[in-house]
């Protein structure tokens, strides 16, 4: 160990060609996995956040056929056996969601009532801290709702007036209501802002006549880490309290496209880690190479005193692995300060924000950087660049002690 | 007792396509406590005998047997571990690792052998001492005189107790004084220890302290002289 220490430090420019290499690699493989990660998981998190939650409880058949017809019957005692699954931290909360139409006197849009208690709603989804525009609902109002803004410019409708909203009964039936409009919110999404009505779930129980029933139970536990699958495991839990007919689904199976997203991610990550890697494989290689060539005598030399290939081996790659070493602790370093300091500020590209809105994502991203990201940075670099020493490595072990004296 | 049989050895070499004979047919026996000197012009064959010899090199013809040990028969990885009890080497140049300190340089073959840090810290010291550099066992080879450099290889060479030293031109790159001093070293460690050390060179003066010089020319023995 002393004497690779002693050697690395012979030539210190070529050393401080490698470790800049090693550094640069690191840092820019850390920081920008950080960031990605922050971009996806942002993602992840405003899409949950649009209603999907962690994890829905829902009638077996609702997501083929999402109607008023495959409810939740009784769903105040499912939600009862749903919250004594949860982890400590975990909410659960019921809701009517279902598809209507709004009718106004010179236009009809479909919409996506959602029913549910206001007040509960607080960190499950955007209802919870929406801005809105005149005044919030409460959750004892059985006549007012509230419309997104992009709607109500569609529809041409203001605080105060009124709208007659249709939706199907459970005999099939077409049940029609009056509504009046008590604010408008605003989520920034458009999308959301033209399709959704919230009304409280009180409302909607009366106008369908399903006291005790709902559609849905959504439930939001602590999460660190998107990768990892606890809600997974959650809904399985579920699952295994609950009779067939009813499921629990999480986010993953709910939106798969989020999910394939995370997974693109991924494997997104690799490729980048791959190429950084080659870059930095190449400037390893050559250097330690270099380094070799210019030691040949010495290592003949050895060969000479009864060293064995092993010895050599050992010798070389002691050396990489202490140079690799110094470049990861360096650039683990500077890439922590540098997502430390933008974990407050973040990365804002507001400059973006229509093209952010339309995937999910925020308009201000800050990196995650989580301590396996940062082993798995690491442990390729070490464990790669081990790997492509070994052919400068084996190099050394081929100089015959003959060959190289002679040069002497 | 004869420690080196040396069999009718020839090493021809290729260079490009011409066949260069560095060694044609020698045969010769090293008693055990010899100092042997192989002597002769540059190119008569002395350092590829010598590297022959020492088993890092091996003849195209012929035997050679080191303390009945038969080369022949021997791995690579036997060899290198053959060298490393029973070996030692002096070369003429590039003889010390320069990131180690002469202490250091010496300690390395013992710690090959996988002997524990402090026995070869006392052992190194005590041989360095001998070598008459105990004050210097901290200095690197470039704070060493070219003398005092060849004195560290001869302690490395010995510190092991091998049978055989190995020599080749140690005084070649000293002046006459240095390598004289040199030279009286390795006499007293030969008498002492009753090491068997061979060295080429061309040197009338080195030639002077051996017992038995052996003269090589174009491959060949040409003639044996024992004092």
């Known amino acids: 160990m002393k004497m690779a220490w002693r050697n690395i430090w012979r030539n210190p420019r070529r050393t401080l060609v490698i470790l800049t290499a ?75 969601r279902l598809d209507g139409f709004l009718n106004t006197a010179r236009d009809s849009v479909g919409v996506n009532v959602v029913a549910t208690d206001l007040d509960a709603e607080k960190g499950v989804s955007f209802i919870g801290d929406i801005q809105i525009d005149g005044l919030r609902l409460d959750n004892s ?16 409708l203001s605080v105060g007036k009124k709208f007659v ?40 129980e009366k106008m369908l006549s399903i006291d005790g029933d709902g559609t849905e139970i959504v439930v939001d536990i602590p999460i660190s880490d998107f ?33 394939a997203y995370l997974t693109l991610y991924r494997s997104f990550m690799y490729i980048w880690y791959l190429i950084v890697f080659i870059a930095m494989g190449f400037g390893i290689v050559n250097t330690v190479l270099m380094a070799v060539y210019e030691r040949m005598r010495e290592f003949g030399l050895l060969r000479a005193m009864g060293a064995r290939s ?79 020493s070994f052919y400068p490595a084996c190099k050394a072990c081929s100089f015959s002690p003959v060959e190289t004296m002679r040069n002497v | 007792m004869s420690i080196v049989q040396v069999t009718n050895v020839e090493k021809i070499y290729t260079q490009g396509k011409v066949e260069v004979k560095a060694l044609d047919g020698i045969t010769l026996s090293i008693n055990k406590g010899e100092f042997v000197a192989l002597a002769g012009p540059s190119g008569s064959g002395k350092t ?29 990885f036997q060899r290198a571990d053959f060298r490393l009890y029973n070996v030692g080497f002096v070369f003429q140049a590039y003889n010390l690792i320069p990131v180690l300190s002469a202490v250091e340089n010496v300690e390395y073959v013992l710690k090959l052998r996988g002997i524990k840090s402090k026995e070869c810290r006392e052992r190194s010291m005590a041989i360095l001492s001998e070598v008459g550099l105990e004050d210097m066992a901290d200095r690197r080879p470039a704070d060493l005189s070219g003398g005092q450099q060849q004195r560290v290889a001869v302690a490395r060479a010995i510190v092991g107790e091998p049978a055989l030293i190995l020599a080749d031109e140690p005084t ?38 051996a017992t038995r010089v052996i003269y090589l020319r174009d491959g060949k023995i040409e003639d044996t002289h024992t004092i």
């Not at chain 1, 950080?34 to 997501?63: P, Q």
């Not at chain 2, 390795?186 to 080429?200: A, C, D, H, R, W």
Request: proline residues 2%.
């Open chain 1, 141 to 156: 109002d059985k006549g007012s709702v509230l419309i997104g803004y992009a709607l109500s410019k569609k529809i041409g």
């Open chain 1, 165 to 204: 909203l249709s939706m199907q009964g459970t005999d099939g039936e077409l049940i029609a209501r009056s509504f009046r409009i008590k604010g408008i919110f605003h989520t920034g999404q458009e999308e959301i802002e033209k399709s959704v009505i919230i009304m409280p779930y009180i409302a909607a």
């Open chain 1, 22 to 96: 090693v550094f640069i690699g690191v840092t820019s493989m850390v920081f920008l996995a950080a960031l990605m990660k922050g971009m996806v998981f942002s993602m992840v998190e405003n899409s949950l956040y649009n209603l999907t939650g962690h994890v829905l409880v829902r009638d077996a058949d609702f997501v083929a056929d999402p109607t008023i017809v495959n409810r939740l019957k009784g769903i105040d005692k499912i939600l009862t056996k749903v919250k004594a699954q949860l982890p400590e931290g975990g909410k659960a909360l019921k809701r009517i």
């Open chain 2, 48 to 76: 590829t005998l010598l590297n022959i010899i020492g088993g890092i090199d091996s003849p195209s013809k012929g035997g050679v047997t080191v303390d009945e040990n038969i080369y022949s028969e021997m791995n690579s």
């Open chain 2, 172 to 209: 070649a790159n000293l002046d006459s004084e240095t390598g004289e001093d040199l030279l009286k070293l390795m006499l007293k460690l030969n008498k002492e220890k009753n090491v068997t050390f061979i060295f080429s060179t061309h040197d009338k003066m080195v030639m002077d302290y």
């Open chain 1, 227 to 259: 990768e990892k699958d606890d809600c997974e495991t959650l809904a399985n839990k579920i699952n295994n309290v609950m009779p067939d007919s009813i499921k629990a689904l999480s986010w993953k199976d709910v939106i798969p496209a989020v999910s």
């Open chain 1, 310 to 388: 092993i010895d050599i081996l050992r010798m070389v790659l002691t050396e990489v692995c202490l140079l690799i070493i110094i470049g990861l602790v360096a650039g683990n370093i500077v890439a922590y300060i540098m997502i430390s300091v933008m974990s407050s500020t973040g990365l804002d590209l507001s400059a973006y924000s229509s093209g952010m809105d339309m995937i999910n994502i925020s308009r201000i991203i800050y990196p995650v950087l989580t301590f396996g990201d940062l082993v798995k940075a690491d442990l390729t670099v070490l464990a790669l660049g081990m790997a492509i």
